[in-house]
């Protein structure tokens, strides 16, 4: 079956611009994830959706990062006026069900700041 | 909190000869345990998971795994590395009271020589 898509593969933006990530979920995934992986770095925790549950927002950098999940499915990470520090590959990770721990990932989206 | 610690960021192997990557993790209790790999231009894709019982996991592609609670390790090998064993691999690890949250090492990325 069809994995986790994200869009764009690629992303080079100018400072100060805004960005839209997206994420489709696997069907069915109540569960979604963002993590972010820069150069030479694991992976950083983001935002975590569950359902129809308030988001766990603790891992966003700043309040420019904002996400919203819409209809328990498609997510959508956005950047406020970015910034070269944001350069990284943006990941989207989903799962059947929070206790399982099985995260599915996605190829990611590169964003470069330039 | 926990963390995670990959003491190996590079390390190249012969096609053919065992494999071992080393992680250690911090965290005040067991937690859940994870290994992902990460192909050029790839998500993460699940190897190996440990949650609780025998302390020696399989995982997919001929990969194994010991948890180590006295060394407070979990230590990835493989007896016989391919050349398609080439990439990034990410340890894992969850608190076993949040469910949802991965805290990655940084990665150590595996080079296989012919």
């Known amino acids: 079956g069809a994995g986790v898509s994200q869009s764009p593969s690629n992303k080079v933006t100018e400072k100060g611009k805004d960005v839209e990530l997206r994420c489709d979920p696997i069907s069915g995934h109540t569960a979604l994830y963002w993590y972010r992986q820069s150069l030479g770095q694991g992976l950083e925790f983001l935002i975590y959706?569950?359902?129809?549950?308030?988001?766990?927002k603790s891992g966003l950098p700043s309040d420019r990062f904002s996400a919203e999940r819409t209809g328990g499915s498609v997510s959508t990470l956005t950047i406020q006026r970015t910034q070269q520090e944001d350069s990284a590959v943006y990941l989207c990770a989903s799962s059947l069900r929070t206790s399982g721990y099985e995260q599915y990932f996605g190829p990611g989206t590169r964003l470069t700041v330039t | 909190a926990q963390s995670v610690t990959q003491p190996d960021i590079h390390i190249t192997v012969s096609e053919g000869a065992s494999l071992e990557l080393r992680c250690n993790y911090s965290y005040g209790a067991t937690p859940y345990l994870f290994w992902y790999v990460q192909s050029p231009g790839q998500g993460l894709q699940l190897l190996l998971k440990?949650?609780?019982?025998?302390?020696l996991v399989q995982g997919i592609k001929g990969f194994e795994a010991e948890f180590k609670r006295s060394q407070s390790s979990f230590n990835l090998r493989k007896p016989s590395v391919h050349w398609s064993d080439a990439a990034e691999y990410f340890c894992a690890v969850g608190a076993r009271s949040n469910d949802y949250k991965l805290s990655f090492g940084a990665g150590t990325t595996v080079t296989v020589r012919a």
């Open positions: 959706f569950q359902g129809n549950s308030a988001p766990d």
């Open positions: 440990y949650f609780s019982g025998d302390t």
